[in-house]
């Protein structure tokens, strides 16, 4: 290998494993957005970089997303990892050629206790010197701007600081850029160990400096203690992709009072719990599929809709023809027309009952994954993260914390 850091400097110590043995810097386990950024970070800061994939294609979480960059609505370290990562995103545009939209967030109220919830975020971000992170609607104001039926709209808000991306698009223009950049990616070829320092794969050991362990909701098989300890289950979605005859394009992401009950930012409004349960008494099928109804818009004109929830150390991989039924009702009724499926398809990401799952369990392995479906809007700084003490002063300022940091932050419980 050359140039960028050298082993001695990063303390690999694989004397042991012979001047042929395949060595690197930083190892990363994953090429899905989180791998990919680790990657990147390590590549800057001059570190020489192999990607381990076990798919001919990265094909897991990060390429079945909606692509929904929502910054806005976290809290706590996410709501940091989300701010850096938007900066990341933007950068990628650049370098990377990255289909990058600074189209905000549009969220739908279609209820008084939705408006209420809306009118408390947008209260609370006032409060803490953001309030231009809200901007609330009538119902007049909000449907000449997003296409969807006026039946019960009583008015929304848009979250201007929300980007989108394109997932389809995004994680290969990463990849490529990478590749580019002399990160070598060895696909087809699982990780079955992690030791400190070394890697086994099924092609053979690696040695590496640094590991980064960013393989989603397969981290109960890789590391199934670990997972354990933070309560790792799958969550499974179902996604469909429609062709739809829209009054005008989408302009941003659309989320709805279902998004209200999932996302951390708007957990402190007190009308949270009337709103559940007036979502829960009104749609109780909707609800029995734990369904978060929002659609965002490919270039290409189609809309990706979803979602439903379902969790367990097994998902089943069998969707049910009512499941889709359900969600394409709701979606037909929010947009006021037909929708034509174009796609169906099943995502799964790790839950836990932290948002992000941070953890060393062994000197030199360092393990990040987003433990709800937030890892498009954090990932990038989250894999930033896991290389960022390594990489010492090379690393960017702009870093929100270390990983030792962010571990006991997690570990004392985010405000
Ligand atoms: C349907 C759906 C919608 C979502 N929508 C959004 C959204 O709009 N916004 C948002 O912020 N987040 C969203 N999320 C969450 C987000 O997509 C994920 O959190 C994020 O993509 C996870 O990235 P990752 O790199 O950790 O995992 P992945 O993209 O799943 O990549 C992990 C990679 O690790 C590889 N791997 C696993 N085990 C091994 C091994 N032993 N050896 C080698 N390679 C291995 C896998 O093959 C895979 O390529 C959504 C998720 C889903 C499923």
Request: a negative charge.
């Amino acid at each position: 290998m050359s140039g960028g850091m050298s082993a001695a400097r990063v303390g690999l110590g694989v004397g042991s494993l012979g001047a042929s043995a395949d060595r690197a810097d930083v190892v990363i386990v994953g090429a899905g957005i989180v791998g990919l950024s680790a990657a990147l970070a390590a590549v800057d800061a001059g570190a020489e970089v192999v990607v381990v994939e076990r798919s001919a294609e990265a094909q897991g979480a990060s390429v079945r997303n909606f692509g929904h960059l929502a910054a806005t609505p976290q809290a706590g370290l996410a709501a940091r990892l989300a701010a850096r990562s938007a900066e990341i995103w933007q950068r990628l545009e650049q370098d990377a050629g990255l289909w990058v939209r600074r189209s905000g967030t549009h969220v739908v109220a279609r209820h008084l206790d939705e408006l209420r919830v809306l009118e408390d975020f947008a209260a609370s971000r006032a409060q803490a010197g953001a309030a231009a992170d809200v901007r609330l609607y009538d119902a007049a104001e909000f449907l000449q701007q997003v296409p969807i039926s006026a039946a019960d709209v009583v008015g929304g808000a848009w979250l201007p600081r929300d980007l989108q991306v394109n997932p389809r698009q995004a994680l290969g223009a990463v990849t490529a850029y990478l590749e580019r950049r002399g990160v070598e990616f060895r696909r087809r070829t699982t990780v079955t160990g992690l030791r400190s320092g070394f890697v086994d794969t099924s092609r053979g050991v690696i040695a590496a400096g640094l590991t980064v362990v960013a393989v989603n909701h397969d981290i109960d098989t890789l590391l199934p203690e670990l997972a354990e300890r933070a309560v790792v289950r799958r969550c499974a979605l179902d996604m469909v992709r429609v062709r739809a005859e829209l009054a005008m394009p989408m302009p941003a992401p659309l989320l709805t009072g279902w998004s209200l009950l999932r996302y951390a930012g708007f957990a402190d409004s007190p009308a949270i719990p009337a709103l559940r349960e007036r979502l829960q008494q009104d749609h109780p099928g909707l609800a029995s599929l734990d369904v978060n109804l929002m659609a965002t818009q490919l270039p290409d004109g189609s809309i990706i809709l979803g979602d439903t929830h379902s969790r367990g150390e097994a998902v089943s991989p069998f969707q049910s023809e009512h499941a889709f039924d359900e969600l394409l009702r709701a979606g037909s009724t929010l947009f006021g027309t037909r929708l034509d499926v174009l796609e169906r398809w099943q995502g799964v990401y790790a839950t836990a009952p932290e948002e992000l799952l941070i953890d060393e369990p062994t000197p030199g392995v360092r393990v990040v994954a987003a433990t709800t479906g937030i890892g498009m809007t954090t990932g990038p700084a989250l894999g930033e993260l896991a290389v960022a003490e390594h990489l010492g002063p090379t690393f960017s300022p702009a870093q929100p914390t270390s990983i030792r940091a962010a571990s006991a932050h997690l570990q004392k419980g985010l405000s």
